[in-house]
Structures are given as structure tokens and as C-alpha cells.
């Protein structure tokens, strides 16, 4: 048996074993080192922006995909022009990157779950203090940076339940959308149809 020697370890913990596939230059990576790199930084970099919350959330990545080599036969094999690297829909709660958890999906469905923790301040997602008329106000994010207006509410979690059902119903017309398109798989969107949103999301 050959036992690759794991050398120059990337983070402490990722590695390329070398192979077929290139990472490109210093200056310009290769598609699929991109995405293996910023996958393995948010768990791994301490210096990453993303890692203090993937890691108080245990999230890994497989053994296997710390080598880039076997990652990138599964990105050539998987990758679609456009998606993005999602590990949270195909299983509900999964912790770990790895092909089982993983699929490439629409920017617009990737980016429907999050939580934009740092912005959002003491209240619920989706709810925000109006100092002016003393309310609380609920706005929910559509699309690309797009914001709808919900109203103005006396509690937080007035302005939480309408932002709950909005956001919601938001979620399932785009699951069947683009299922209808066939940009998702069954599993996800079945998920996305059952998805409940909470108010303080991690």
C-alpha cells in the first residue's frame, strides 16, 4: 500500500496530494480550487470571516475532501456553471461537507436561508427597532438585496410572525420554481417545502 505523504498543509488540515487537477496561479486559482479553498477556509482558517460561526457550529469538512485532488474529481463531476457549494439542504442539520451532504444550487436558493446574524442586532431575523414611530418593523430580503416591507408592529414578535409567514411562503414559491426547472433535487426540495423559520437562526 502507497501512503501519500501529506505535505505544505493548508489551514493545519487540507493538503493536495497532486494529480490531474491544477489550482492555477497565486494570482488566479482554478474554479474548483476556489470553491475547495473557501470551503476549507470557513471551517479551518482562524483568520477567516465565516469561521468563528462554522466553528461553533462543529461544521467539518470529509476526510476525503481535505485532499483538493479528490474534491475536484467530485467538482468536475457535479459543478454547475453558476451554482454555488451548499451542504445544508440535501440533509437537514448536517455539519459536514462531503458528498453525500453537498450539491451545487441556484444563488437564489443558497441564499435564501441566511441568517445575517452580524447585522441583525438583539431581535428576531427580519425585525428591526424603529426609533422614529417607536415600532418595530419587519422587512424580508428577496432576491438579490431586494427588501419588502412587511409593516410596523407594536412587539418584536409581531413583527417576527409576519416575517415568519412572508419569508416562508417565499422559500417554497422559489423551491418550486426552480424544481420546476430542474436546478434542484427532490431531497432539497422537499426541505425547502417544510422548512420552518426561527427567530434567531445560528
Known sequence: MIIMKKTNLIYGVAYNSRGKYNTGTSSKHTKDYAVWQSMTARCYDRTASMHKRYKHLGVTVCDG???FQVFAEWFENNYIEG???DKDLTNNDSKQYSPENCAFIPSAVNSL?????ANRGDYPVGVYWQKKNKKFMAK???GSGRQKYLGLFVTPELAFSAYKEYKEDYIK??????YSLGNISEAIYNNLMTWEVVPFPE
Open 173 to 178: 414559491q422559489t423551491a418550486q420554481e426552480h
Open 65 to 67: 475532501w481535505l485532499d
Open 83 to 85: 451554482f454555488a457549494l
Open 140 to 142: 424580508c430580503r428577496k
Open 113 to 117: 436561508l441566511t441568517a445575517n446574524n
